[in-house]
């Protein structure tokens, strides 16, 4: 695709009414189907956000840190995971307003995701052990938040994790960049980083499989894991932009196979400007669509041809989960918007859902339906 | 002050409303999901380089910044020479306002953060806080003067300005007592460390002031998106440290019971909380008014919008540098939890500056900036 193709399918795409998109919802809503994020207030305050799709209610519960990514565990209740370095993880309950702060262990802060184990019994979190200059990922045990233990995360900065389909193994997105608190969020490896997607056994902690990429400053950073164990990869450019590009910005892993980067043209990776957030994948369409923050857009690419799709302008996009509807996914930005991104069918469309014009949506969306 | 808060909020909300409307006319159109540049907008931006206006920039902007910096850190080890040859109250005191301008001046490039001034962590070595006072105990152990060598090999948290407020000031103790620390039998090691990181201090700034005043320094930045990326996101930076680190976190008030927190103050023990913030702003007056920064985003991204938020950040720059600073130490003021007018005014001040690069200078320039990204996650 040429740019001109890229820029004119985006201004085609990119208007919509917000009622439009609404009738649209409103016909695909379940019973109960609500969006989790972390969010500031224009005062700077930090919050974790339940939207009501249904009733379009909106709750927040501030939180003594920012946060990052959100993870549900019921309609009341989520965790919401401190961003890098983070000393303070919270875990809140809607209903009755109750704050559950929780701690890392000595000498280690959190990084910003987390998941579970199948039964939920256990809360698996991403942690730099900062002294000893290595990747961890912390073992809690949900309902009491406290620690049980840690693995080896095999590589630095491990970022985000998640549990495969079989239950048995975490997927692990080690950024593999040397941060330390004494010097806040300065980026201290660059030039020998070495980013690697690593899969554990849950049970023993040990290295199952680690990935690679063949360029070290594509930083691996956000998962998206299907339910046929495919794993899709965001990643994130350290090169200097003004004088090199990427060669890609996605990474897609399916299921038994290599990691391997999907395909896209220089003159479309500059606009994505080097750094993908959140991404998700619908396996029907086999599209996978990340928000591109930087770029203002929304980008979006195929598992089938393996490349780049097309980009749909949106400033500071920002979070993004799967929607309601077959073939649509639900995207936030961090002025406050709410939309809704239908990539069935002929045309592309993302369209208004909601803007909160004080909220600062953060960097991950998560739909619990 | 609600009323000053919602002139400011005001200003900035009707601002970016006029920007956004005349930067680019799509804009108006409410039903359109995009409000700030986007991917085809921001790709047309010219990677072409202003030579002359990056040259003019350095030369009138950046590089009397770091002369500044650096004739200040000479003065700093002469008067440190000068104390450790006759440690009396004056030679203290003469020593003591050295040292506080020379952090003012490191402070005044605060926006710049970058290149030189970050590279092999150069920014740490010249100010590292809080210091390691572990180390620095360690340093004072030694049976033989400390040299430039001994401070360079105990690494950044026994060098650079926050180490030496840490053995020049001290909230517990009187300045005679202090003194007197430093003429008992430790008081030559402790004095040899005082010449030892002044001298390291110099170094590092004839190193970094060097870097700006090379012929090639305008290579630093590759073309202009580079250049306006830069600025415009490291003075976001510096306002956000202001208002997050140097102002929110101490005064406690995101915290949850409610607690101060004087001892997150940025040098707390010389009282110069509030001077550096103060400072921070005079720098970024420096480049943004006299580099011609504001001037060359008016003329480069002309529209009202642009002129209008040109002459308020402007505007917002100079009230702040010349506001009246609160009175008294900060960290009383801070610690007792001290109602203040001046604290309150730095409070909105800053942040109405931070929300004029973010919401109005970022967008107008089409610069790098976003709420989630910046800095990267």
């Known amino acids: 695709m040429q740019r001109r193709q890229f820029l004119g399918l985006a201004t085609l795409t990119v208007f919509g009414s917000a009622l439009a998109a609404n009738e649209l919802l409103e016909r695909a809503i379940p019973k109960s189907a609500k969006l989790y994020s972390a969010s500031d207030n224009a005062l700077g305050e930090h919050f974790v956000s339940q939207f009501d799709l249904r009733t379009q209610q909106l709750q927040q519960q501030q939180t003594p840190m920012r946060g990052h990514a959100a993870l549900a565990l019921d309609e009341n209740t989520a965790l919401l995971f401190g961003r890098r370095p983070a000393y303070t993880c919270v875990r809140v309950n809607f209903k009755t307003g109750l704050v559950e702060s929780f701690k890392p262990s000595p000498d280690r802060h959190f990084n910003g995701h987390g998941c579970l184990s199948t039964d939920r019994k256990l809360l698996f979190t991403t942690e730099t052990d900062y002294a000893n200059k290595r990747g961890i990922i912390g073992i809690r045990d949900l309902s009491t938040l406290k620690p049980l233990g840690e693995y080896e995360s095999y590589g630095l900065d491990p970022h985000d994790v998640q549990l495969m389909p079989d239950g048995k193994t975490l997927v692990v997105a080690n950024g593999g960049i040397e941060t330390h608190p004494d010097f806040e969020r300065r980026k201290l490896n660059i030039n020998t980083m070495q980013p690697s997607l690593v899969y554990l056994d849950l049970s023993t902690g040990k290295k199952l499989a680690e990935y690679r990429l063949p360029d070290h400053l594509l930083s691996i950073r956000h998962l998206h894991v299907s339910t046929q164990g495919d794993v899709a990869v965001a990643l994130q450019y350290e090169g200097n932009l003004y004088k090199q590009q990427p060669s890609s910005l996605v990474a897609w892993q399916k299921a038994g196979e290599g990691l391997n980067l999907l395909k896209i043209a220089p003159q479309e990776v500059a606009q994505l400007r080097g750094y993908l957030a959140d991404i998700v994948y619908d396996p029907k369409q086999e599209l996978l669509v990340s928000a591109t923050p930087r770029g203002h857009c929304v980008s979006i690419w195929s598992t089938a041809t393996q490349s780049f799709v097309q980009a749909l302008p949106l400033a500071e996009a920002s979070g993004i989960s799967l929607g309601l509807k077959a073939g649509s996914f639900l995207v936030s930005n961090s002025q406050g918007g709410l939309y809704q991104l239908q990539t069935a069918g002929k045309q592309t469309s993302l369209n208004e859902l909601k803007i909160f014009p004080e909220l600062a949506w953060d960097n991950h969306l998560m739909l619990l339906a | ?377």
């Not at chain 2, 300005?161 to 003429?183: G, I």
């Not at chain 2, 917002?316 to 540098?321: F, V």
């Open chain 2, 1 to 377: 002050m609600i009323l000053f808060q919602r002139q400011l909020m005001g200003l900035s909300s009707s601002s970016l409303l006029v920007a956004l409307c005349l930067v680019n006319p799509s804009f108006a159109d409410t039903s359109s999901v995009s409000s700030t540049p986007t991917a085809s907008n921001t790709a047309t931006l010219s990677m072409a380089k202003d030579e002359t206006f990056i040259q003019q920039l350095i030369t009138t902007g950046i590089q009397p910044l770091y002369r500044e910096l650096e004739q200040a850190s000479q003065q700093l080890t002469r008067t440190s020479t000068e104390f450790c040859k006759e440690s009396s109250l004056d030679n203290l005191n003469t020593l003591r306002a050295a040292w506080g301008t020379t952090l003012l001046a490191w402070q005044r490039t605060d926006s710049l953060l970058f290149g030189p001034a970050t590279a092999e962590q150069m920014d740490f070595q010249i100010n590292f806080a809080p210091p390691k006072k572990q180390i620095i105990k360690g340093l004072f152990a030694s049976d033989k003067p400390l040299t430039v060598e001994a401070v360079a090999a105990a690494g950044v948290g026994a060098q650079g300005l926050s180490s030496l407020e840490y053995v020049l000031f001290d909230r517990e103790q009187t300045t005679e007592q202090l003194l007197t620390s430093f003429k008992e039998s430790s008081g030559q090691i402790r004095c040899s460390y005082v010449q030892a990181v002044s001298r390291l201090l110099e170094q590092n700034i004839k190193k970094l002031n060097a870097a700006w005043s090379s012929p090639d320094a305008s290579k630093l930045f590759t073309n202009n998106q580079e250049m306006v990326d830069l600025l415009i996101g490291k003075a976001y930076q510096s306002l956000e440290r202001i208002t997050l680190k140097k102002l929110t976190q101490p005064l406690g008030t995101l915290d949850e019971k409610k607690l101060s927190h004087p001892y997150d103050l940025e040098a707390w023990r010389s009282g110069y909380s509030f001077k550096i913030i103060q400072a921070n702003i005079e720098g970024l007056q420096r480049v943004f008014v006299e580099g011609g920064f504001l001037a060359w985003i008016d003329k480069n991204f002309p529209s009202e919008a642009t002129k209008t938020a040109v002459v308020s950040f402007e505007k917002q720059l100079n009230e702040l540098i010349q506001m009246k600073l609160p009175e008294g130490a900060p960290f009383t003021l801070v610690e007792q939890k001290q109602a203040s007018k001046e604290i309150d005014e730095l409070v909105q001040r800053t942040r109405g500056l931070e929300m004029g690069v973010k919401r109005q200078l970022a967008i107008l320039a089409k610069a790098q900036l976003g709420f989630n990204d910046n800095d990267g996650d």
